[in-house]
């Protein structure tokens, strides 16, 4: 089963070890596990539905509370309290598009906003329904998740767009083909979820981001049907896949995605690499991305981040005797990690393995072969699961991510951390700050920052922790040139910024656009632009 | 001097050869050139300006003339029967932004519509001015055509968007960098022209279309400014770049555009190959882009494509000789050329090159070494001037193009050389089609038609032989799950198709968004959505 206010499934734990508990309470002091609601009070305290009947729709308490919030921090704290505020007032898993339009005419006519469900992943509140807002219609695409087509000719692939990361490539493989596309989310989150909030998978640098796989499809919206046919590219006018990608259920439901697939490379392999600072880190992975070399990952640590990966991970006598030897190659306080992926033949692998050997090399970084990589890969999508263990320690883990050009990324990456680690002093509250750049382009690169702080007892003040934290580093990225978003989306969280980003012209030619498929403004009404 | 009614300087010239000029007498009958108007007496014509003066707008006759028409078949029929139509009112050479937001305000109080003008060479209309609408002012952005910046660490490059190829290849050239985007037209085109209208370069294989090449810029538009910040990329909503990205002059003005720009390569070489059938040219052609192998270039010739080629090329006894030999390796009528590029470090070169002979040679190609390859090289931006002298022997030539996935491929080029080679058959006049694909991708690939047809005495007539041409392969198209265009743009010739590609609720977005930029419907009036 499912956890309700947490990470993944109930049976799955990643325990907090006794090394990691000491080396967070020497960051940021002890911390202290709030009371957290139980399933049972919180359900008992769902209100009546405010939607008429209908047969595809169920009323049920706890389903409707299960689809009430995300992933994000502030979803966190209100499931964890049990204070969830509006939670859909109707849930519908339809299984074809007759269901989905039929929802849409329900909905309409019973004046209801519709938040369109996919995994329920979201950590920038793409799914809480708006407070003042009309009844609320959860519409969960679980249900459309088949494979339709293969055309193996075109390697495009056709899914129910409410298909999740385990079952889209479990259905490929079978058929000797991959999408690629492994955000951290990959367990739950679904493909329709990926296109409409512009994710991108841990390897997108080889297998590309979900704007290069999403090839075509069809979107459900009040005012119709709007498909999208499959072109490899297309000179006619400005493209319509793009704005659907990342309209964060605006504009309609997505029910059908083609995406464009490839054969399941015959071998992959994840290599780990130490620098001495994180200077000479960077102008290796710029390296990397700028050769254009044939990798799958380029992963780089800053030295806070690779001390917290080294004390967390557990093997601790491993880890001393690796720092010994990194030691005698000068290696010390300061040092990063890098993990670079590769795919394809064998040969292409070794090749392009090599030829980064090659850039690190030149950067003074050294090669520690594949232990560390096979250690990420082993937990690529287990680490979620480390947000249980350490609420359940008294922590809160948040992340916030941005871009920007290589230029701007090295005070980007300053400004951020700092903007985090102060911005709880007026509390006296001590915050641990750490960064990775994991997609590199030939042009910049993302910057993703984790950070953890002390749960208080009471809610409020942790929402008024985060929202400060949240505040501080989305001023800083904005004033830095970073995007609001490398791979999170808009939702509720970033939405006070979009505007900064997108100019109040882009926001007025996004919010025309938007009216034209739902002119009711009834589709996720709150997110991304007004109605 | 820039010829006015036909392609490129007039110090240049591609004669046509006998042997060429018998080959296609025998295909589709003797030319007869029809009579041009002079440019004098077609100058003479031009109306008086019905715009009010101003000092940044010129309403000399010979001005408006040269920025009336592009360079499609009908402007060419316009412009050399002197029968052309609306010509702009007045012609502004805008030297910064501040002339560019003026020029908006004038135009808007004069009740003026504007259209950009890049370099002139759209082949779909982009330029025409609409007959039945308000005075029209030309903006000709040649003059915004300077490096202004360039941020080697992020490889990105801030040019004046009017900046014509060869000058925006030159000024990075002599710092190290290419853009590496060569349209057939790149003599003339501009930057904001290759972005407005999604141009494709002929070694966007290797280099990228414009569409991964424009990382941002500044737009002005009747509404304010929009500005498109470079971020190597962004989950922030829908990408407004992808909104400018085929524009076609109806959001405004695109001033300035950031690119991404890269290191010239060391080496580049062309190899070409021959199949024995178009069968097995294209299955060799899909494997070398979906095995992803670094290439700049694919492009395959149909057999009569090839044909033509060969016959067109000059050299006949080197000729001669070549088929002999691919004779003795059983390649005979029916045969198949395909020109592969690379361009890198030497080795990079080599290994790229090595790695696409394994794969003709799997598919029955013979190599015949760089000959085929650096003829192409060499004229590959002088065949536009093959026009000027087709026409003068009586012959009109046209092209047009598509793009669809692998699986659809060959029924489209088969329908669409059969809709041409059949389009003229109630006035018993031949067309003579041939093909190539030249811009491959994984998942499909484009189709680039050549049609050859003879020129009637009165121009009335060749409109018409082109609307039945043009009409017939569009339709073919459509019905084929082709785009309407894959690199040229819809235009005037391309609207009617454009609704069944976008559908209705598609084009109704794409309205609001430019209502919401150009709200009085002023830009470009007439071409791609209505205001």
Redesign the interface.
């Given at each position: 089963m499912r956890r309700w206010n947490g990470w993944g499934d109930e049976a799955e734990t990643y325990p907090l070890s006794e090394e990691a508990r000491r080396y967070l309470e020497e960051r940021v002091g002890p911390g202290e596990p709030p009371a957290d609601a139980s399933l049972e009070e919180v359900t008992r305290g769902i209100p009546a539905s405010r939607l008429p009947d209908h047969p595809l729709v169920t009323a049920d308490p706890e389903t409707r509370l299960r689809r009430a919030r995300g992933q994000s921090l502030p979803d966190w704290i209100a499931l964890r309290s049990g204070r969830v505020g509006t939670v859909p007032d109707g849930v519908a898993f339809p299984e074809n598009d007759g269901h989905v339009v039929e929802l849409l005419r329900f909905a309409r006519e019973a004046g209801a906003a519709v938040i369109p469900y996919g995994g329920g992943t979201s950590v920038v509140g793409h799914l809480t329904p708006d407070p003042e807002g009309p009844p609320v219609l959860s519409v969960d695409l679980g249900r459309l998740w088949q494979l339709h087509r293969l055309?193996e000719?075109?390697?495009?692939a056709s899914f129910g767009a409410g298909v999740r990361g385990p079952d889209l490539e479990a259905q490929l493989r079978s058929r000797g083909y991959t999408l690629g596309h492994y955000p951290q989310s990959f367990e739950y989150s679904s493909l329709g979820g990926w296109v409409v909030?512009?994710?991108?998978g841990q390897q997108s640098l080889g297998y590309g981001?979900i704007?290069d796989l999403f090839?075509g499809g069809r979107l459900q919206?009040p005012?119709?049907?709007?498909?999208l046919?499959?072109?490899?590219?297309?000179?006619?006018?400005?493209?319509?896949r793009?704005?659907?990608?990342?309209?964060?259920g605006r504009l309609g439901l997505l029910t059908e995605a083609v995406v464009?697939v490839?054969p399941v490379p015959e071998s992959e392999a994840f290599h780990g690499f130490f620098f001495p600072d994180f200077t000479s880190g960077l102008a290796a992975a710029?390296e990397l991305a700028?050769e254009r070399l044939?990798l799958t990952m380029v992963r780089l640590s800053t030295p806070r981040e690779t001390e917290t990966t080294l004390r967390l991970a557990g093997h601790q006598e491993l880890i001393r005797l690796l720092e010994r030897l990194l030691g005698l190659r000068g290696l010390g306080e300061g040092k990063c990690m890098l993990l670079v992926g590769a795919a394809g033949r064998p040969g292409q692998v070794r090749a392009a393995i090599s030829e980064a050997r090659a850039v690190v090399g030149r950067h003074g970084g050294v090669h520690v072969g594949r232990t560390f990589g096979r250690e990420w890969e082993k937990n690529r999508f287990r680490t979620p699961y480390l947000r249980n263990a350490l609420w359940e320690t008294g922590y809160a883990v948040d992340t916030l991510e941005t871009?920007?050009?290589?230029?701007?990324v090295p005070d980007l990456v300053a400004a951020v951390e700092v903007a985090l680690q102060s911005a709880l002093q007026p509390e006296n509250e001590r915050v641990h700050v750490f960064t990775h750049l994991s997609?590199v382009?030939?042009?910049?690169?993302?910057v993703y920052v984790t950070y953890v702080f002390r749960l208080a007892a009471d809610p409020e003040q942790n929402v008024e922790r985060w929202h400060r934290l949240k505040g501080a580093a989305s001023r800083a990225i904005g004033a830095r040139?970073?995007?609001?978003?490398?791979?999170?989306?808009?939702g509720t969280d970033?939405r006070p910024y979009?505007e900064g980003?997108?100019?109040?012209?882009?926001l007025?030619?996004?919010?025309?656009?938007a009216?034209?498929?739902d002119p009711g403004g009834m589709m996720n009404p709150g997110k991304?632009?007004e109605p």
């Open positions: 055309d000719e075109s390697l495009l909030t512009r994710s991108k981001r704007e090839a919206a005012a119709g049907t709007l498909h046919p499959p072109f490899p590219a297309s000179a006619a006018g400005p493209d319509l793009e704005l659907v990608l990342g309209s964060e464009r490839r710029r700028q044939a871009a920007a050009p290589w230029r701007a997609h382009y030939p042009d910049g690169s993302n040139g970073g995007t609001i978003s490398h791979q999170h989306g808009v970033h979009l980003e997108k100019g109040r012209l882009g007025e030619a996004l919010r025309s656009a009216g034209a498929l991304l632009v």
